[in-house]
């Protein structure tokens, strides 16, 4: 079973799951979670007869990290996590949304930390401006604007699970129970948080992700946002090692959504970039 640790980094204090031994593997959240999103992903490594060193944190603001008033790095705040929990050899990024943008970011900033990538429908620092947007989509965006200018956190929350864990073209509510009474409760927990602190602009990525010698394995889902989908293809065409699945019947959390598909594809792809030493 994972221990709780607290790493701190600068004057933040990190909540952070370690757990077995073996290669590392660190899991980076959405920005609509915290790290509860991959206790499937823990459990399932846990269950493995590969050994693994599961690492897994929740960043400034979300679950049990709060904000600080100071300038930060997510990045930063990764190798802080690294070096508390004693990892000196490369890790395996495992990251989904603005936690894949903090992995691409990593792998450029110090390629001698990370030994692979998993990337779950990735956000990438200095992607360009979505400018296509369907009408269905507006729709959603005057209604969350709306919201946010009322401070009203229950609409928000909804809107948010509408649009990141249904799809923000499938109908509200295509995804209920335990999963989707886990996002509000994460979500809701960083949309309440205290903000303080500002992030530290990381350098654009977008350019430079075919630089990115490490294997890596691209998922994202087939309800997922437009410009997100693009974006993965870009990935996919860019990156020289990349193994690219687009889920059906997924949006935005696809691990959270069908966790043994994504497990199989987790353990294959962990099984090989382990054995590459």
Known sequence: MPT?????SGLAELATEVGGAGTPVVFLHAGVADRRMWDAQVAA?????????TVAFDRRGFGETPHVEERYSHVDDLRAVLGAVGEREPAILVGCSQGGRIALD????????????????????????????????RAWIDKLEVAEAEA????INALEAHAWLDGPLAGEGRVGGAVRELFLAMNELALRAERRGTEIEPVSAYERVHEIAVPTLLIWGDLDFPHIALRCEYLKAQLPEVRAHRLRNA???????????????????LSRAASRG
């Open 152 to 155: 009203d956190v229950d609409r």
């Open 45 to 53: 490594l846990e269950r493995a007869a590969a050994d693994y060193r």
């Open 251 to 269: 949006a935005h959390l696809p691990n959270l959504e069908h966790p043994d598909q994504f497990n199989r594809l987790l353990l294959d792809f």
């Open 4 to 8: 709780s640790q607290i790493v701190s």
């Open 106 to 137: 990593a792998a450029l900033a110090f390629p001698d930390l990370v030994r692979a990538l998993v990337l779950v429908a990735p956000a990438i620092s200095g992607a360009p401006e979505v400018t296509a947007i369907p009408a269905a989509i």
